[in-house]
């Protein structure tokens, strides 16, 4: 069974930085790619990284150049640093794999981005 828990949410001022973390309880960690989604309010859950078992990356267009995806697969972890966020980035940010188990959405973390 996956478990997944996500972290390091809050509110920041546009500009600002934050560095989401997943913890991935299961033991196909190191052999699944895996991924960063968001939902924004009243729009739906999409990807906005990804990153493959060999740590080769992608984005959306919208966060190309600001976010960066990396992960640990000694630990079990993932990781989204957010740079030069904007107030178009708040949502409710999950890590899940790819393609998204549906069973194993966790409670997601919240990123707020207001001035």
């Known amino acids: 069974q996956v478990i997944l828990a996500e972290s390091g949410g809050g509110l920041v001022q546009p500009g600002g930085s934050l560095t989401l973390s997943c913890a991935y309880s299961?033991?196909?960690?190191?052999?699944?790619?895996m991924g960063w989604y968001r939902q924004a309010p009243g729009k739906q859950r999409g990807l906005v990284a990804g990153?493959?078992?060999?740590?080769?990356?992608n984005y959306v267009d919208s966060v190309k150049g600001r976010f960066t995806i990396s992960r640990d697969n000694a630990k079990n972890m993932m990781y989204l640093q957010m740079n030069g966020l904007k107030p178009e980035d708040t949502a409710v940010y999950y890590c899940?794999?790819?393609?998204?188990?549906?069973?194993?959405w966790g409670q997601g973390t919240q990123v707020a981005v207001s001035s």
């Open positions: 899940n794999e790819i393609p998204p188990g549906d069973e194993y």
């Open positions: 299961g033991y196909m960690f190191g052999g699944t790619a």
């Open positions: 990153i493959t078992t060999g740590g080769y990356a």
